[in-house]
């Protein structure tokens, strides 16, 4: 086949601009830091058919079964490695549990976060992986998060078949129920944050904000509340009158205009009604998140719930805006009263000068392989998440190291195939490099 003259021009030029970007990226590693990229790059395969087994197992967080099984495909991945594994059960907080890992007792101790579990139950439709294109995938819980899971695997297998792994120690938590948290929360989470109290370094796969050029540095907490609002029940006729108030509806409209008022408006802070029941009787199922109301127009309100959410970038910050929400809450309209229930439940991954220093180490090593500068992604754009367990804990963290793609807890989500070894690469790099320059 003849090319005409400018088609010709940009091949050549296409194949100039590969070789010069690969020559410059060859230039900036070590003659093992090569190593280490080709043997990750010649993985591609193998690494996205385990991608599709395990993501063609159910695992909803329900399914205990299925998360189970899941787990049990990750072991069989790490023992050949060096790993020693566990299950963590999870009877005592009514969920399938977790699968551990460790190797290793020198250099820096690092612990690896994800999950093995999804959104996606049983008798969701969404079942399957499907190929749709040589860089796109489609499948439950293919980047949210087994394909995170996956890249974590792909890292250790790395540094293993290059004899790094043997420097440093790892200790990985696959985590059976983030996406359904079992109760109580702090049973649930123990041995993460037992595994993170021995660590240096933590590192999460979650596929953050979508963008494969950001790293999550900071993730906000997440801290349930409820608002209880009492009136006294009559005929509306003598609504605001000296016997008988406002009734507990004007009472939890006054509590959440006041929030409004006195708390919006301040970066990274947001708390959000999400349900409301209110009139004579009420009954509220707290489990599944719904309820029902009896009420008349011509009925003063008894009671009224309303739940809602509470999301900030630190535990000073939380505490300070929880005793505003009390101080709101308890300055009563006449004839009512009312009291604010709080149940923390992630704590905040605050930015720190750790996580910063690990973000600079992340996106060197991107650039040295030939990969575009990380930066940091905005907190806002990042939910509750695991890793926050273990931030507060050890020196540096980061997040959002996992396959990215799109449409997480929807029934089209799908990877971007090419950050596989993309993320594969930077992180062994980065656990290399650490390693390296552990105790100088």
Do not use: C
């Not at 087994?53 to 050949?80: H, Q």
């Not at 000296?242 to 939890?252: K, P, T």
């Not at 630190?314 to 009312?338: D, Q, Y």
């Not at 604010?340 to 996106?363: H, K």
């Amino acid at each position: 086949m003849r090319l005409s003259r400018n088609l010709l021009t940009v091949f050549i030029l296409t194949v100039l601009m590969a070789y010069t970007r690969d020559s410059l990226a060859q230039s900036n590693l070590s003659t093992s830091e090569r190593q280490l990229v080709e043997f990750i790059e010649s993985r591609v395969d193998p690494a996205i058919s385990f991608l599709e087994r395990v993501v063609n197992i159910n695992s909803g967080s329900m399914n205990f079964d299925g998360v189970k099984e899941v787990g049990a495909e990750f072991a069989k991945e790490l023992e050949p490695l060096g790993f020693k594994t566990w299950w963590v059960d999870g009877t005592a907080f009514s969920r399938a549990g977790h699968l551990f890992a460790s190797r290793g007792t020198r250099g820096p101790h690092f612990l690896l976060i994800g999950h093995l579990d999804t959104v996606f139950e049983i008798d969701s439709s969404f079942q399957k992986f499907t190929r749709l294109s040589e860089e796109k995938a489609e499948g439950p819980g293919v980047i949210d998060m087994k394909g995170g899971d996956v890249v974590m695997v792909e890292v250790v297998r790395a540094l293993y078949e290059t004899g790094v792994l043997d420097n440093m120690t790892v200790t990985i938590a696959l985590i059976g129920d983030e996406e359904s948290s079992g109760d109580p929360l702090e049973v649930g989470r123990a041995s993460l944050v037992e595994a993170a109290d021995n660590a240096d370094i933590a590192l999460a796969f979650e596929p953050g904000d979508g963008d494969p050029q950001t790293a999550v540095l900071a993730r906000r907490g997440f801290t349930g509340w409820e608002v209880h609002a009492k009136g006294i029940r009559g005929h509306s006729s003598a609504v605001f009158s000296d016997e008988m108030g406002y009734g507990s509806i004007y009472e939890a409209a006054r509590i959440l205009t006041h929030f409004q008022e006195s708390l919006v408006g301040e970066e990274l802070l947001t708390f959000n009604p999400g349900l409301i029941l209110g009139g004579t009787t009420l009954e509220y199922d707290e489990e599944n998140d719904r309820g029902s109301a009896i009420g008349k127009s011509n009925v003063i309100s008894e009671k009224t719930i309303v739940t809602g959410d509470l999301r900030s970038i630190s535990p000073e910050v939380r505490e300070r805006v929880k005793t505003k929400m009390r101080e709101i809450v308890s300055n009563n309209l006449p004839g009512t009263s009312a009291e604010i229930i709080f149940r923390d439940s992630y704590p905040p991954m605050g930015m720190t000068a750790g996580n910063e220093e690990l973000l600079t180490m992340l996106s060197k090593a991107s650039v040295d392989a030939g990969y575009a500068p990380v930066r940091a992604g905005d907190p806002a754009d990042a939910g509750a998440a695991d890793v926050s367990f273990a931030a507060g804990r050890v020196e540096m963290a980061l997040d959002g190291l996992g396959m990215t793609g799109d449409g997480t807890h929807t029934t089209t989500e799908w990877a971007d195939l090419s950050t596989l070894p993309m993320q594969t690469i930077r992180v062994a790099l980065l656990m290399k490099r650490i390693t390296e320059s552990w105790g100088k």
